[in-house]
Nanobody
């Protein structure tokens, strides 16, 4: 299974910024459509940003204009720049392949092992 390692989280005040990074363990990274996900305590995991293998992006409505997803295929990496952070952005953030592009069984076999994520806490 493909492994992803997230980093860059931390504690930030409202209005602050963080840049998350995600490194992939596979040379096939450039062929994957990727996403950043988050899970807050007591809530289901949700996708906040997506980027296709050719760089087309899409965002959860609540983060539009504040978050920017990007990728560097040469480094097998995807990034999430988060600006103007709000307390409701507090969550553990994960990266993984975007499930909408893959068969369920294929996704489970190849991307089912989620990383540990990186904690983002927005608080004054």
């Amino acid at each position: 299974q493909v492994q992803f390692v997230e980093s860059g989280g931390g504690l930030v005040q409202p209005g602050g910024a963080l840049r998350l990074s995600c490194a992939a363990s596979t040379p096939s990274f450039s062929t994957y459509n990727m996403g950043w996900f988050r899970q807050a305590p007591g809530k289901q995991r949700e996708m906040v940003a997506a980027i296709t293998r050719v760089g087309i992006t899409n965002y959860l409505e609540s983060v539009k204009g504040r978050f920017t997803i990007s990728r560097d295929n040469a480094k097998n990496a995807v990034y999430l720049q988060m600006d103007n952070l709000k307390p409701e952005d507090t969550a553990v953030y994960y990266c993984n392949a975007d499930p909408q592009y893959y068969d369920t069984d294929y996704y489970s076999r190849n991307f089912g092992s989620w990383g540990q994520g990186t904690q983002v806490t927005v608080s004054s």
